[in-house]
Protein backbone atom coordinates (compact mmCIF):
# COMPACT_ATOMS: atom_id res chain seq x y z
CA UNK A 1 0.00 0.00 0.00
CA UNK A 2 2.65 2.28 0.92
CA UNK A 3 4.45 1.05 -2.56
CA UNK A 4 1.20 2.18 -4.55
CA UNK A 5 0.77 5.71 -2.60
CA UNK A 6 4.06 7.03 -2.87
CA UNK A 7 6.18 5.57 -5.61
CA UNK A 8 4.64 7.55 -8.36
CA UNK A 9 6.68 5.36 -11.38
CA UNK A 10 4.66 2.69 -10.19
CA UNK A 11 1.09 4.43 -8.95
CA UNK A 12 0.39 6.79 -12.07
CA UNK A 13 0.61 4.41 -14.69
CA UNK A 14 -1.56 1.77 -13.12
CA UNK A 15 -4.24 4.56 -12.75
CA UNK A 16 -3.70 5.54 -16.31
CA UNK A 17 -4.54 2.33 -17.51
CA UNK A 18 -7.28 1.70 -15.14
CA UNK A 19 -9.21 4.27 -16.76
CA UNK A 20 -8.82 2.89 -20.19
CA UNK A 21 -9.81 -0.69 -18.82
CA UNK A 22 -13.48 1.40 -17.30
CA UNK A 23 -13.49 2.75 -20.73
CA UNK A 24 -13.59 -0.59 -22.02
CA UNK A 25 -16.10 -1.98 -19.58
CA UNK A 26 -18.70 1.08 -20.68
CA UNK A 27 -18.36 0.25 -23.95
CA UNK A 28 -18.63 -3.76 -23.63
CA UNK A 29 -21.76 -2.91 -21.54
CA UNK A 30 -22.86 -0.70 -23.60
CA UNK A 31 -22.57 -2.99 -26.78
CA UNK A 32 -24.37 -5.99 -25.03
CA UNK A 33 -27.08 -4.41 -23.63
CA UNK A 34 -28.07 -1.83 -26.60
CA UNK A 35 -26.50 -4.42 -28.69
CA UNK A 36 -26.63 -7.88 -28.09
CA UNK A 37 -29.82 -7.90 -26.20
CA UNK A 38 -31.56 -5.93 -27.99
CA UNK A 39 -30.40 -7.67 -31.55
CA UNK A 40 -29.00 -4.37 -32.34
CA UNK A 41 -25.65 -4.85 -32.45
CA UNK A 42 -24.57 -2.96 -36.02
CA UNK A 43 -26.89 -0.03 -34.77
CA UNK A 44 -25.03 0.01 -31.62
CA UNK A 45 -21.50 -0.60 -32.74
CA UNK A 46 -21.67 2.71 -35.51
CA UNK A 47 -22.68 4.63 -32.97
CA UNK A 48 -19.83 4.07 -30.25
CA UNK A 49 -17.57 4.10 -33.94
CA UNK A 50 -19.28 7.40 -35.55
CA UNK A 51 -17.31 10.16 -33.81
CA UNK A 52 -13.88 8.39 -34.79
CA UNK A 53 -15.40 8.09 -38.14
CA UNK A 54 -16.30 11.40 -38.88
CA UNK A 55 -12.98 12.48 -37.73
CA UNK A 56 -10.98 10.37 -40.67
CA UNK A 57 -13.46 11.46 -43.27
CA UNK A 58 -12.86 14.93 -42.10
CA UNK A 59 -8.93 14.77 -42.13
CA UNK A 60 -9.41 13.08 -45.82
CA UNK A 61 -11.72 15.59 -47.32
CA UNK A 62 -9.25 18.45 -45.90
CA UNK A 63 -6.21 16.45 -47.84
CA UNK A 64 -8.22 16.12 -50.93
CA UNK A 65 -9.24 19.96 -51.03
CA UNK A 66 -5.74 21.02 -50.68
CA UNK A 67 -5.10 18.95 -53.32
CA UNK A 68 -2.61 16.92 -51.07
CA UNK A 69 -4.66 13.77 -52.46
CA UNK A 70 -6.22 13.13 -55.89
CA UNK A 71 -9.99 12.51 -56.47
CA UNK A 72 -9.64 8.99 -57.13
CA UNK A 73 -7.56 8.61 -53.92
CA UNK A 74 -9.68 10.81 -51.60
CA UNK A 75 -12.49 8.41 -53.09
CA UNK A 76 -9.99 5.18 -52.21
CA UNK A 77 -9.30 6.29 -48.85
CA UNK A 78 -13.38 6.37 -47.91
CA UNK A 79 -13.66 3.67 -49.85
CA UNK A 80 -11.17 1.45 -47.35
CA UNK A 81 -12.72 3.62 -44.25
CA UNK A 82 -16.25 2.55 -45.28
CA UNK A 83 -14.63 -1.50 -45.54
CA UNK A 84 -13.71 -0.77 -42.05
CA UNK A 85 -17.19 0.82 -40.42
CA UNK A 86 -19.53 -0.43 -43.11
CA UNK A 87 -22.81 0.22 -40.95
CA UNK A 88 -21.20 4.18 -40.52
CA UNK A 89 -21.21 4.69 -44.72
CA UNK A 90 -23.88 4.44 -47.62
CA UNK A 91 -23.78 5.02 -51.46
CA UNK A 92 -25.47 7.87 -52.62
CA UNK A 93 -27.57 8.42 -55.82
CA UNK A 94 -24.16 9.27 -57.96
CA UNK A 95 -22.48 5.90 -56.55
CA UNK A 96 -20.56 7.73 -54.21
CA UNK A 97 -19.55 6.37 -50.98
CA UNK A 98 -20.57 8.77 -48.36
CA UNK A 99 -20.71 9.55 -44.55
CA UNK A 100 -24.42 8.08 -42.83
CA UNK A 101 -26.01 10.86 -40.85
CA UNK A 102 -25.67 8.61 -37.06
CA UNK A 103 -26.29 10.07 -33.85
CA UNK A 104 -22.79 9.18 -32.12
CA UNK A 105 -22.84 8.57 -28.81
CA UNK A 106 -20.32 9.12 -26.09
CA UNK A 107 -18.94 7.32 -23.01
CA UNK A 108 -21.09 9.37 -21.20
CA UNK A 109 -24.13 9.10 -22.73
CA UNK A 110 -23.36 5.49 -23.00
CA UNK A 111 -23.35 5.16 -19.20
CA UNK A 112 -26.39 6.79 -18.90
CA UNK A 113 -28.15 4.43 -21.24
CA UNK A 114 -27.35 1.78 -18.97
CA UNK A 115 -29.81 -0.54 -16.59
CA UNK A 116 -27.41 -0.95 -14.29
CA UNK A 117 -23.94 0.77 -13.07
CA UNK A 118 -24.85 4.13 -14.07
CA UNK A 119 -22.08 4.83 -11.44
CA UNK A 120 -19.15 3.67 -13.20
CA UNK A 121 -18.96 7.09 -14.96
CA UNK A 122 -18.29 8.83 -11.83
CA UNK A 123 -15.28 6.42 -11.81
CA UNK A 124 -14.64 6.90 -15.43
CA UNK A 125 -14.22 10.71 -14.25
CA UNK A 126 -12.04 10.23 -11.42
CA UNK A 127 -9.48 8.27 -12.95
CA UNK A 128 -9.81 10.44 -15.97
CA UNK A 129 -7.78 12.87 -13.56
CA UNK A 130 -4.67 11.22 -14.35
CA UNK A 131 -4.19 11.62 -17.92
CA UNK A 132 -5.50 15.45 -17.86
CA UNK A 133 -2.63 15.99 -15.56
CA UNK A 134 -3.63 18.98 -13.81
CA UNK A 135 -3.51 20.65 -9.83
CA UNK A 136 -5.93 17.59 -8.83
CA UNK A 137 -4.08 15.01 -10.17
CA UNK A 138 -1.30 15.99 -8.16
CA UNK A 139 -3.50 15.97 -5.32
CA UNK A 140 -4.69 12.56 -5.70
CA UNK A 141 -1.44 11.42 -6.71
CA UNK A 142 0.01 12.67 -3.41
CA UNK A 143 -3.10 11.15 -1.58
CA UNK A 144 -3.43 8.25 0.79
CA UNK A 145 -3.53 4.89 -0.14
CA UNK A 146 -7.23 4.48 1.12
CA UNK A 147 -8.50 7.25 -0.84
CA UNK A 148 -7.68 5.32 -4.39
CA UNK A 149 -8.03 1.74 -3.13
CA UNK A 150 -11.52 2.39 -1.86
CA UNK A 151 -11.85 2.48 -5.24
CA UNK A 152 -9.69 0.12 -7.07
CA UNK A 153 -11.58 -2.63 -6.03
CA UNK A 154 -15.12 -1.74 -7.84
CA UNK A 155 -13.08 -0.48 -11.07
CA UNK A 156 -11.41 -4.04 -11.08
CA UNK A 157 -14.34 -5.48 -10.55
CA UNK A 158 -16.16 -3.12 -13.79
CA UNK A 159 -13.11 -4.59 -15.55
CA UNK A 160 -13.29 -8.65 -15.22
CA UNK A 161 -16.97 -7.61 -15.53
CA UNK A 162 -16.24 -6.04 -18.95
CA UNK A 163 -14.29 -9.19 -20.21
CA UNK A 164 -17.55 -11.38 -19.64
CA UNK A 165 -19.72 -9.29 -21.53
CA UNK A 166 -17.01 -9.53 -23.96
CA UNK A 167 -17.24 -13.22 -23.87
CA UNK A 168 -20.71 -13.57 -24.19
CA UNK A 169 -21.20 -10.77 -27.02
CA UNK A 170 -18.61 -13.36 -28.46
CA UNK A 171 -20.30 -16.58 -27.50
CA UNK A 172 -17.29 -17.74 -25.91
CA UNK A 173 -17.25 -20.98 -24.51
CA UNK A 174 -18.49 -21.30 -20.62
CA UNK A 175 -15.61 -22.53 -18.68
CA UNK A 176 -13.67 -19.69 -20.08
CA UNK A 177 -16.19 -17.47 -18.41
CA UNK A 178 -16.01 -19.35 -15.64
CA UNK A 179 -12.24 -18.77 -14.64
CA UNK A 180 -12.67 -15.09 -15.15
CA UNK A 181 -15.76 -15.23 -12.74
CA UNK A 182 -13.59 -17.12 -10.35
CA UNK A 183 -11.24 -13.87 -10.50
CA UNK A 184 -13.75 -11.20 -10.24
CA UNK A 185 -15.59 -13.15 -7.49
CA UNK A 186 -12.69 -13.18 -4.89
CA UNK A 187 -12.03 -9.17 -6.04
CA UNK A 188 -15.76 -8.79 -4.69
CA UNK A 189 -14.62 -10.80 -1.84
CA UNK A 190 -11.87 -8.73 -0.63
CA UNK A 191 -12.27 -6.32 2.57
CA UNK A 192 -15.44 -3.79 2.00
CA UNK A 193 -13.04 -0.28 2.36
CA UNK A 194 -15.02 1.18 -0.47
CA UNK A 195 -18.16 3.77 -0.86
CA UNK A 196 -18.44 3.14 -4.62
CA UNK A 197 -21.12 0.51 -5.79
CA UNK A 198 -21.40 -2.29 -8.64
CA UNK A 199 -25.03 -2.37 -8.90
CA UNK A 200 -26.47 1.33 -9.61
Given at each position: MQRFSYALNFKFPIEVLIRNGLLDFITAAYLFEKGHRENNFSEAFAKINHQFVKSQYKKCKELHQKEA??????????????QLYPNNFEVDGNGYTIIKKIDAIMPNRMAESLTQHKNVYVLYGYYSQYEHYGIFSKFMIDSLPEYDFDKLKVTFWYVFLGVILC??????PIDHKNTINEVRNKILAMPEVCTYTTDQ
Open positions: ITEEEFQQEIIELSFEIMEI
